[in-house]
């Protein structure tokens, strides 16, 4: 519990110089290099069907950037890595960040090194020109114990590491789990927050997906001022399917105080990635979701 401490005391200081936010402007100015984009598990059916016709549809809607959730045998959406950036670049559209599972199989804990095949995952990214190497799940093997867990937060930094070689950071990315899991009575994104260095891993909160285990992101963000250099941007409503209690929807539409979060985000969050995601469509088209979210966020001053 006192490495937890030191690691909390050490790590929120960090985070706290690095974004500059310091009680007399913890509310200022909107921070330069604001960039807005979408989460392509957004449409993850039409990118599968058709990769270039879809990205195509988005860049004409005014999209400008993208994030990729699907990095698979050493390739996007079943593109080469030269070839999923020379489609992007004839589109305009750039990817700062992507979504790609780090898993304990990536790390040998006997060499002390990554495996080739994590290697390899960080050079494409920075070979895509991506900012953010981001991992969106954590195994359920790594989350059982406490002492296990901080140790493995070691090859989170370790990751950031190797990410900052090339100009970029690690991250890791939020579902609901993170908020109703506890271990030695500290949530297990408590666990991954106070352990991890803000210099080399970055977070990105996903302010949906934590309404599901009952945590509000404007609560989030205010116990961790600055650790939050990107959201995926979600409104919910109750779930129609039942298989969790909230899905999202349309941005506005839900129950989420969406434009205050990323408000917050912007002011005191550190955030200046946002990035539009949504996974349910109460009978509407993906890609018409996405328009329409679009709008709404354009409207609110997020460009």
Not at 269 to 280: A, D, K, P, V, Y
Request: proline residues 3%.
């Amino acid at each position: 519990m006192q490495h937890s401490r030191r690691n909390f005391i050490r790590y929120s200081g960090l985070a706290l110089a690095a974004a500059g936010i310091l009680p007399g402007n913890i509310f200022a100015a909107a921070p330069a290099g604001e960039t807005l984009g979408i989460q392509l598990y957004s449409v993850r059916d039409d990118m599968k069907k058709d990769p270039s016709g879809t990205l195509k549809k988005l860049a004409e809607m005014g999209y400008r950037h993208v994030e990729h959730a699907n990095y698979i045998d050493q390739k996007f959406y079943g593109y080469a890595q030269k070839d999923f950036k020379k489609l992007l670049d004839d589109l305009g559209l750039k990817m700062p960040s992507g979504h790609t599972r780090m898993n304990a199989e990536h790390w040998d804990a006997t060499k002390k090194d990554f495996t080739d095949a994590w290697k390899k995952t960080v050079a494409d990214a920075a070979a895509m020109g991506q900012q953010y190497v981001i991992s969106p799940w954590l195994d359920e093997g790594l989350r059982k114990n406490y002492d296990d867990l901080v140790r493995y937060m070691d090859v989170f930094n370790k990751s950031g590491e190797l990410c900052k070689k090339s100009g970029m950071k690690f991250g890791y990315h939020n579902h609901d789990f993170e908020f109703s899991v506890k271990l030695n009575d500290t949530t297990v994104f408590d666990i991954i927050l106070n352990n991890t260095d803000p210099a080399l891993v970055m977070q990105q909160l996903d302010i949906g997906n934590m309404y599901n285990a009952g945590a509000k992101a404007l609560d989030v963000v205010n116990k961790f001022p600055g650790r939050f250099i990107s959201m995926h941007v979600k409104d919910e409503i109750k779930s129609e399917n039942q298989h969790e209690k909230f899905e999202s929807t349309i941005l506005g539409k839900g129950i989420l105080p969406v434009k205050e979060i990323i408000d917050l985000g912007r002011k005191a969050g550190g955030t200046t990635l946002f990035i539009i995601e949504q996974e349910s469509y109460q009978g509407l088209t993906p890609l018409d979701c996405a328009q329409q979210d679009l709008k709404i966020i354009n409207s609110w001053g997020y460009k």
